[in-house]
T-cell receptor, first 108, second 112 residues
Framework: LAKTTQPISMDSYEGQEVNITCSHNNIATNDYITWYQQFPSQGPRFIIQGYKTKVTNEVASLFIPADRKSSTLSLPRVSLSDTAVYYCLVGGYNDMRFGAGTRLTVKP | DGGITQSPKYLFRKEGQNVTLSCEQNLNHDAMYWYRQDPGQGLRLIYYSQIVNDFQKGDIAEGYSVSREKKESFPLTVTSAQKNPTAFYLC???????????FGQGTRLTVV
């Protein structure tokens, strides 16, 4: 079973920053934290991955506290096209189990 | 272009027939995965393979079978033993680093 806990759904408005938090209390020393985005009838798409502290790329930031028991995906200035399901995964390549994800709805 | 290809995109079968879904990757990835997704639900792991000629059951393997004879290919057979096979099936592959995976576009299987 998935080792993560995320909110089932979130609503936001265009232009706002959205933060989605994932809890992973049993994270192992060598586990990575990876986030995916999925649109309806498509395969998930990799967004960002990190091990500790902060990681930033062109679409998102990932904040990981020192104890690594949680992580926060930050999406700056969301638009309607960011409406999707976001999944947090923890582990290695032999543990690719998804939870239910967070359904983000961006409103105009 | 490098990527992962699933075919066909839509598949219709009669109840009681076995059906095989294709998944091919040219990313030189060692690991490959099959998932099932039902409407409004998350992805559930069916089978995965970390190396050629070896694979492991995921959380919902009953009624499914796989093979991994080549690194590039990981076909999934939905057998007549699968009680509710109508679903969206996704294939993925990944390297051995972390869990950054690449997904295909999926096959929507409808059994009538």
């Amino acid at each position: 079973l998935a080792k993560t806990t995320q909110p089932i759904s979130m609503d936001s408005y265009e232009g706002q920053e959205v933060n989605i938090t994932c809890s992973h209390n049993n994270i192992a020393t060598n586990d990575y934290i990876t986030w995916y985005q999925q649109f309806p009838s498509q395969g998930p798409r990799f967004i960002i991955q990190g091990y500790k502290t902060k990681v930033t790329n062109e679409v998102a930031s990932l904040f990981i506290p020192a104890d690594r028991k949680s992580s926060t995906l930050s999406l700056p200035r969301v638009s309607l096209s960011d409406t999707a399901v976001y999944y947090c995964l923890v582990g290695g390549y032999n543990d690719m189990r998804f939870g239910a994800g967070t359904r983000l709805t961006v409103k105009p | 272009d490098g990527g992962i290809t699933q075919s066909p995109k839509y598949l219709f079968r009669k109840e009681g027939q076995n059906v095989t879904l294709s998944c091919e990757q040219n990313l030189n990835h060692d690991a490959m995965y099959w998932y099932r997704q039902d409407p409004g639900q998350g992805l559930r792991l069916i089978y995965y393979s970390q190396i050629v000629n070896d694979f492991q059951k995921g959380d919902i393997a009953e009624g499914y079978s796989v093979s991994r004879e080549k690194k590039e290919s990981f076909p999934l057979t939905v057998t007549s033993a699968q009680k509710n096979p109508t679903a969206f099936y996704l294939c993925a592959s990944s390297t051995g680093t972390g869990i950054r995976a690449f997904f295909g576009q999926g096959t929507r299987l409808t059994v009538v």
